[in-house]
């Protein structure tokens, strides 16, 4: 596995469309499966960031069914990070994710709930895989977090398929995407602080 992801590694940074395209069909028809699997992989290796396997996906099929094989790997790698933190608990996402980090996204989840769930994955520089294992443990409903989810994924997707024809436009696009998300959230978070000092109640997933 570990070498699998080296070459991985090399090839998705190669950015290279075509050398991308001949590694990922090289695995024939297991092709979409491998990148389900990866992205389930990459929680715990931490090799590859998630985002480069939804940008190889669509490379590699095109953005309709790039898209396709994108959020069956987020859906499936999601509800794996939800399962492990909801069955397993507190040590095990420890373990995985550092004391630090789930404290981190413990606050974050607690505070914003359902649209913590939609900023952290509509930018690709927040930490998507860590959302998933606190999730569970904090056992935020399944179906809510999978929504917010999808929900969270579909912009980020639909940004890769678009700007995905060159690499040099995909990462302007995931560069201005992410300042555009950072910045609608930090709006967000003013509002809700200014809503809760004039008395209301934190928007949270209770």
């Not at 933190?85 to 995985?96: P, Q």
């Not at 606190?134 to 912009?155: D, H, N, R, S």
């Not at 997707?157 to 992410?178: P, R």
């Amino acid at each position: 596995m570990a070498s699998f992801f080296n070459n991985a590694w090399d090839v998705l940074t190669s950015d290279d469309e075509a050398q991308i395209k001949e590694w990922v069909s090289g695995f024939g028809w297991m092709g979409p499966m491998v990148l389900v699997l990866a992205m389930i992989a990459q929680m715990f290796l931490l090799i590859i960031p998630s985002v480069l396997l939804m940008v190889v996906a669509i490379l590699a099929y095109g953005p309709f069914w790039g898209s396709v094989i994108v959020f069956v790997a987020v859906f499936a790698a999601s509800s794996v990070g939800y399962v492990i933190g909801d069955y397993f608990g507190d040590s095990i996402v420890k373990k995985i994710i550092g004391g630090k980090s789930e404290k981190k996204v413990e606050d974050f989840l607690d505070d914003y709930g359902f649209w913590a769930v939609i900023v952290t994955r509509l930018n690709p520089f927040l930490s998507n895989d860590a959302i998933s294992f606190v999730g569970g443990l904090l056992q935020m409903g399944y179906w809510k977090f999978i929504g917010a989810t999808l929900v969270g994924i579909a912009p980020l997707t639909l940004f890769i398929a678009y700007f995905g024809k060159s690499t040099d436009g995909l990462k302007t696009g995931l560069l201005w995407g992410s300042l555009a998300s950072l910045l609608a959230f930090g709006l967000y978070v003013w509002w809700d602080k200014k809503i809760r000092n004039k008395g209301g109640s934190p928007n949270n997933f209770e």
